[in-house]
């Protein structure tokens, strides 16, 4: 593994948010997302910041000694939500260019907090923060410190384009195949957990010898990349050379699809700039233009447009929950839009495997699994309770009564 950070090496003598691990048995209903599993009377217990035991109340003993009890009816309990597309930084009300480049760090720090907290009264534990300059590394900073309760992250750091590229005024520029490989360790000496690249906008983007290096050198050094890629070209060429995930998706040919799911990439689909763009009550708050509302309205009617994401869903590929929250209209504590959608398209089959998308498959892409992202003995016990049944209505999921990250309760 490359070096730690630089950061990683300054002593803390005590956080400004110490942790306050429980010993709980929540005695409620279950959702195991890993095994599609629902426990309608079950248990679960945590010590030191673990689960211990799960199972049914009936295999419970009858003396429970030094531990704080939970007991809930009309409640289920999950596994901590994740967000595997999300930018901190954008607070989903601003033009993101203008944000980008005007937005004093100060500023974009603030927005960062908020966005945190928001995203933990929704359920959400870990957030995939995929670039707006370099404000997610000291997101990540600022939690791992204990300087700010947020949820865990996992960051690209600055995300890499093409000089003059796709949103090039929010990522690190660079051209020719050598600078491609100082973008990625200059992300990496900052504490990245993995490489995003924009690999096109319009057009295809990077010559075959930047996509050769700055794919080799995130590998080089432990990383796995993922790429903003939302045709079948672009698809199918970051595929050829060696990508690890795809951002978004798109239109795509059987062959590509095939390609796709040969290799077992997944794909984070983020479909909710679309959908909630398209609702006009919610998008004129925002200044969203009439013809944009339209269009989208348009898209999100027809559905044609998402017809080889669905094939690629009945194909075997592993489709991940992922809302590009902090773009417009598109706050980072708005869950249930995004999966109502995935369920509806079909890329999900139902309200349990859109769940599973942002819990177990969600862990697989962020190389949690073996920590999180179902309810098993010896996993960090981040969990949510909600109220209501979110296996038989998703909008249960808005109700978000606690949430734990390793047993520690921050809401």
């Not at 890499?160 to 660079?174: F, K, L, N, P």
């Amino acid at each position: 593994m490359p070096e730690a950070a630089p950061w990683k090496f300054r002593k803390i003598l005590r956080p400004l948010f110490e942790d306050n691990k429980e010993n709980i048995l929540f005695k409620l209903r279950i959702i195991e997302p890993k095994s599609l599993e629902i426990i309608e009377n079950g248990f679960v217990e945590i010590e030191d910041g673990k689960i211990i035991k799960v199972g049914q109340q009936s295999q419970l003993s009858k003396e429970i000694k030094n531990k704080k009890i939970i007991e809930l009816k009309d409640h289920t309990l999950l596994p901590g939500l994740m967000n595997s597309h999300a930018h901190l930084a954008w607070d989903g009300t601003h033009d993101l260019a203008q944000q980008s480049m005007d937005d004093a760090v100060e500023i974009s720090a603030y927005k960062s907090c908020a966005n945190m907290l928001k995203s933990l009264r929704a359920g959400i534990t870990l957030v995939r923060d995929l670039g707006m300059n370099k404000t997610n590394i000291f997101a990540k900073q600022a939690i791992e410190q204990g300087i700010y309760p947020g949820p865990r992250l996992k960051i690209c750091g600055e995300a890499i384009v093409q000089t003059a590229g796709h949103t090039y005024w929010c990522c690190r520029e660079a051209s020719g195949a050598d600078e491609m490989r100082r973008a990625v360790r200059e992300q990496v000496g900052a504490g990245a957990d993995l490489i995003k690249i924009m690999a096109c906008h319009d057009t295809l983007e990077f010559t075959d010898e930047e996509l050769t290096a700055v794919i080799d050198e995130t590998h080089r050094n432990g990383l796995y990349i993922t790429a903003h890629a939302t045709f079948n070209d672009a698809i199918s060429r970051v595929v050829d050379f060696g990508i690890d995930c795809i951002e978004h998706g798109g239109p795509m040919t059987e062959s590509t699809i095939e390609k796709v799911a040969k290799k077992n990439i997944p794909i984070c689909t983020t479909f909710s700039p679309v959908v909630m763009q398209s609702n006009a009550e919610i998008a004129r708050k925002y200044n969203i233009p009439e013809w944009k509302i339209e269009e989208r309205q348009k898209i999100v009617k027809d559905k044609s447009r998402f017809d080889s994401l669905v094939k690629a869903s009945e194909a075997g590929i592993q489709i991940i929950f992922g809302t590009d929250a902090g773009s417009p209209v598109v706050p980072h504590d708005a869950i249930v839009p995004e999966m109502k959608f995935m369920i509806d398209l079909g890329v999900v089959k139902n309200n349990l495997d859109a769940i599973q998308s942002a819990t177990y498959r969600a862990a697989k892409v962020n190389k949690m699994d073996d920590k999180l992202g179902s309810i098993e003995v010896g996993k960090e016990a981040d969990l949510i309770i909600v109220e209501g049944k979110p296996d038989q209505n998703i909008d249960d999921l808005s109700n978000v009564r606690q949430v734990y990250i390793s047993g520690n309760r921050l809401v």
